[in-house]
């Protein structure tokens, strides 16, 4: 590698560190952003144990236990995920509501290198807030009931779970440039698209809800027992949820490159 090479990669190496610093100080210095990082492991960990609690008397034993205990003691994730979207949504939906976009694009004006700082801050972040709750749950829950069956898959995939939502929060945002569009749509995609499926007659078009729509295709990934009653298998619904959030942060992304800040 020749003295120009090497200088560009140190500078671009630079300007992706001094991204990344920026993007962290913006999501620290939000005050939302730490509330809703502790509520995380609060909120998984209490409506887990109170989930697996309601099983104790099917599960009066280790061996005698047949409900799906792994699943219920992960529980809250399933509304852990509002939390991780807001977050996701504020990292680029302040800066609109604000105005600051235009600061941020004079001190950084490649965009991409923008949009992926936001999207590693926001993944980091909100995996140490996921990699806390998801095994403190499941320790939890153990106290209460016994937790048979096979762990690591549900709980690897339930970390996988919030960091996509919050990365689907964040492509909604880049793309809508608005919080409370990005929100509105969000949480309708997560919880009443679901919701919507359980009223339908039809039910082929229940199924096809089920396995397409984020929220039960993502939480598919953490059930250890009668795999056969799912519409998507475990692993390939985290897929779908995991191409909502690349798909959104890649409309997002192309949206942010082309329109005036």
Do not use: N
């Not at 280790?62 to 799906?68: K, P, Q």
């Not at 009223?199 to 056969?228: E, F, I, K, N, Y």
Request: charge should be positive; glycine fraction near 8%.
């Amino acid at each position: 590698m020749d003295r120009a090479q090497e200088g560009r990669v140190r500078a671009l190496h630079a300007g992706c560190v001094r991204a990344l610093h920026a993007e962290w100080t913006k999501l620290r210095t939000l005050a939302s952003t730490w509330w809703l990082l502790a509520a995380v492991p609060v909120l998984t960990v209490v409506l887990g144990t109170a989930a697996a609690a309601s099983a104790s008397r099917t599960c009066p034993s280790r061996a005698l236990c047949h409900a799906d205990t792994v699943r219920l003691s992960l529980t809250g994730v399933w509304l852990s995920q509002a939390l991780c979207l807001v977050l996701g949504v504020l990292a680029m939906g302040a800066e609109y509501g604000t105005g600051t976009i235009g600061v941020t694009l004079a001190a950084v004006p490649l965009r991409r290198r923008v949009l992926a700082a936001k999207a590693a801050v926001v993944a980091l972040s909100t995996g140490v807030a996921a990699a806390a709750a998801v095994p403190l749950a499941l320790a939890a829950a153990r106290l209460v009931v016994p937790v048979p069956g096979p762990q690591a898959r549900a709980a690897v995939g339930s970390v996988f779970c919030l960091v996509l939502v919050a990365l689907l929060g964040l492509g909604l945002a880049t793309l809508l440039r608005d919080t409370a569009a990005a929100l509105t749509l969000g949480l309708g995609l997560l919880y009443a698209v679901p919701l919507l499926a359980e009223l339908l007659p039809s039910v082929s078009w229940q199924h096809r809800l089920q396995r397409w729509a984020p929220m039960p295709a993502g939480l598919s990934v953490q059930w250890t027992r009668d795999l056969d009653r799912l519409v998507i298998g475990p692993w390939a619904g985290l897929g779908v949820l995991a191409a909502y959030a690349v798909g959104l942060l890649t409309a997002g992304g192309v949206a942010f490159r082309l329109r005036d800040a």
